[in-house]
């Protein structure tokens, strides 16, 4: 399976052998799939599900944890306003009577704090994808798809073909697995 880097990486490669020998044109070529075949957050969210219903994290006590669909949020703001509205007096609260019951409250607090800061984390991490709906025009890489095509060069030499992404796969086999193996 060609992973979506793979295809910037061969345009780049084919854009190259494309105007070897010719007077600069300035050319932008969009490598994206944001046009022929997105990646809604909705998807993300619904493949994050499919994900840990089938392979699931355990808690200490060796039991599968439960996954919920996560809320949607239209912007980073939002989800700040959440977190400091649902979370963040809860957190306060669990601090003070940790002060005043002597940290008879210090696993519960350590415990919500750092679920807290791990998923703000994460939504740092995917802001750039989770929080912007720019559809890029990719009418030159088509072209370019194409010009490749009458030189006689096979189709997956120089695969950048966006409709061809399996999203199913690549997050369920490729992304997700990657995300936490390395970042958990």
Not at 9 to 37: F, T
Not at 102 to 122: G, M, P, S
Request: glycine share 4%.
């Amino acid at each position: 399976m060609q992973i979506p880097g793979d295809m910037v990486v061969n345009a780049i490669i084919a854009a190259m052998v494309a105007h070897a020998n010719q007077p600069c044109d300035e050319v932008i070529y969009h490598v994206g799939s944001s046009l022929q075949n997105p990646m809604r957050y909705s998807n993300f969210r619904d493949y994050l599900i499919q994900y840990f219903t089938n392979k699931p994290w355990m808690d200490k006590n060796g039991k599968p944890i439960k996954v919920n669909k996560p809320t949607i949020f239209n912007s980073i703001s939002n989800f700040n306003r959440f977190i400091k509205i649902r979370y963040s007096p809860l957190l306060k609260v669990l601090e003070l009577a940790n002060i005043v019951f002597c940290q008879f409250f210090f696993n519960t607090y350590n415990n919500l704090n750092r679920k807290i800061k791990l998923v703000k984390q994460l939504v740092e991490l995917y802001r750039p994808y989770l929080f912007f709906h720019g559809i890029f025009d990719d009418s030159n890489l088509d072209n370019l798809r194409i010009a490749v095509g009458m030189n006689d060069i096979e189709d997956d030499t120089f695969f950048m073909d966006p409709k061809s992404i399996d999203w199913d796969n690549y997050f369920l086999n490729t992304h997700i697995p990657g995300v936490v193996k390395f970042v958990f």
